[in-house]
């Protein structure tokens, strides 16, 4: 191997790349935070809930364009940790869920996710489980809030195993809860860790490690009047007989879990360790020649957000870009494989905090803004090899349905260029009803601010004011090729459209309808995205 396959090799096993999914208040700014101080990116705590207060203190235009420019800023950021260099995507919540918070997770090699220790698993946590388990990437579990009292340990456990379909593995197991919350015991180093100290915006927690079996005496001692509970969860969880298996860990199928709390630092130190440890570093990616090995071919990646300035004074565009392969070197030229163009990766962005650093070089699994005149649309590739072409991003499923009435009839042409070009940047999808014609597309958005963001750009870049009428619609489900919507007599609930690609989906009002028409026609198969030109891969989510 050459010296420069050799660095190349030395930094994709040193990365990691991941994002956080959790509902809403579970903790997730908490953590960030902590994890950045840790890794030295961030020298205050408060910077990253400043940001957060920011994002959500008003909600008109002025702010959401001042928001834009921090969720642009903030939604990759990057430090380092032990010898590894941490790639952490933000997924955004709250106002801001969108499909983007989706697309997001395309590009993420393992996800953390945080439950709030008082309330298990909630709505937001499952949607985005979801597209996880789609994808086959590592989950980790990260029980937070435990200073607080919350439900018992092993119950919480046998939630994650019913409510999502997954074998919660403790790797660690507490010790006390709520104000007694004093430390864990680490099953695979065998040794109780204890905390104290700490308060937030600090890291000064000392841990005291003490080794031995749970039911020795040293450790015994440690954990005082819990140590009882500890020995008997311990073997209650042995008993059960799930063992830590990284091959399950690494295709999703057992997700190795932790205990701490973010607020006072317990636990978040040897969580992070471990999760550095057992994440995998950036694999080889699905193209339509197969897998791509990030060390073995030339520069690629692909593109899976694409974020609009909203500013009429800045109209430039980012889009991001996942390195897959290779080196990405400022200024180089490479294949937009689309297209067939050469594209010179002149302005480039690594986003930081709220500063933007320019990128020199980038290696698989970072995430480098392009400054876009117009020309990438969500899942394009880039690459030295003209001919390669990433599995695309999958459409998933929108939530809130919309039918668009634009009151003059002049601006119905300006109105369909405007659609069709925010469509190809992910902004929302369209959907066609048969014999509608194209004048009242149905729109589909996975969060509402999506809505807000399409009137807002379609009204100061096309000059289109539009009217949009709610849809009782809830789900889509995408079915297999060859479906023949007349061989089926569905209910009033159930409404047959077509996507960009002219494909057929089906519109739901709700999860039961989807249940009955699942139930009526066992026949009937169902995706939950629409991706059928999956080159190299098959259609993802079948069910
Ligand atoms: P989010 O990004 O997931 O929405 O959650 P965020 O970190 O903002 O945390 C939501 C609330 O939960 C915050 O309280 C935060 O302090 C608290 N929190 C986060 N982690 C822990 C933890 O480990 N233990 C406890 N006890 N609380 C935690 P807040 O009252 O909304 O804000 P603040 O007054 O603390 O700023």
């Not at 607080?148 to 403790?170: K, T, W, Y």
């Not at 290779?326 to 709220?354: D, W």
Request: proline share 6%; aromatic share 8%.
């Amino acid at each position: 191997m050459d010296a420069d396959r050799r660095t190349l090799a030395r930094e994709v096993a040193r990365r990691r790349t991941f994002a956080i999914i959790s509902h809403p208040d579970a903790g997730k700014t908490t953590l960030t935070e902590k994890l950045l101080l840790y890794g030295g990116a961030l020298r205050e705590a408060g910077a990253v809930r400043a940001q957060k207060a920011a994002r959500h203190a008003t909600s008109d235009w002025l702010a959401l364009e001042k928001q834009r420019g921090i969720s642009v800023s903030s939604s990759v950021l990057h430090f380092e940790h032990r010898g590894c260099r941490v790639n952490l995507l933000d997924t955004p919540g709250h106002r801001d869920f969108s499909e983007d918070t989706y697309r997001t997770l395309v590009a993420a090699d393992a996800a953390v996710m945080l439950i709030d220790a008082a309330k298990g698993v909630e709505a937001q946590t499952r949607k985005l489980f979801e597209v996880c388990r789609l994808r086959r990437i590592p989950i980790f579990t990260f029980v937070n809030k435990m200073d607080r009292e919350g439900r018992d340990s092993l119950a919480l456990m046998s939630e994650i195993e019913d409510v999502l379909g997954i074998d919660a593995v403790p790797l660690n197991w507490p010790i006390g809860m709520g104000r007694d919350f004093r430390g864990v015991y680490d099953r695979l180093s065998r040794a109780a860790l204890l905390f104290s100290g700490g308060r937030h915006g600090t890291l000064e927690v000392d841990e005291t490690r003490i080794d031995g079996e749970p039911d020795s005496a040293d450790v015994r001692a440690a954990c005082g009047p819990f140590a009882q509970a500890v020995v008997d969860g311990l073997e209650l969880l042995e008993g059960a007989g799930v063992r830590f298996d990284r091959q399950a860990v690494a295709t999703g199928g057992q997700t190795p879990t932790f205990f701490g709390s973010a607020l006072t630092n317990y636990g978040v130190l040897p969580f992070l360790d471990r999760f550095l440890e057992l994440a995998p570093p950036p694999g080889p990616q699905r193209s339509n020649r197969g897998l791509i090995d990030p060390v073995e071919h030339p520069f690629s990646g692909f593109v899976f957000k694409i974020q609009a300035n909203m500013d009429p004074d800045h109209r430039d565009r980012i889009a991001f870009l996942r390195v897959c392969s290779g080196r990405f070197e400022r200024g180089a030229v490479t294949v937009h494989t689309r297209t067939g163009k050469p594209v010179r990766l002149a302005r480039s962005t690594l986003v930081m905090a709220q500063e933007r650093e320019e990128v020199e070089e980038a290696f698989p699994g970072d995430v480098v803004g392009l400054f876009d005149p117009g020309i990438f649309r969500i899942g394009d590739t880039l690459s030295d090899e003209p001919s390669l072409v990433y599995a695309g991003i999958p459409s998933f499923s929108p939530e809130h349905f919309a039918r668009v009435e634009v009151a003059e009839v002049m601006k119905r042409k300006a109105l369909s260029r405007g659609l069709e070009q925010l469509a190809q940047e992910g902004v929302v999808q369209i959907f066609g009803e048969p014999g509608a014609g194209s004048s009242a597309p149905i729109l589909g958005a996975v969060g509402p601010l999506q809505f807000e963001v399409l009137q807002h750009r379609l009204e100061s870049e096309y000059r289109v004011a539009l009217q949009l009428t709610p849809l009782p619609w809830t789900i889509a489900r995408w079915p297999r090729a060859g479906f023949d919507p007349d061989a089926f007599r569905f209910s009033e609930s159930v409404q047959v459209v077509r996507d960009r690609d002219e494909h057929p989906v089906l519109l739901f009002r709700s999860a039961w309808n989807l249940q009955v028409t699942r139930d009526k026609y066992p026949e009937l198969v169902l995706a939950e995205t629409g991706d059928a030109v999956q080159p190299g891969g098959e259609a993802a989510g079948e069910r």
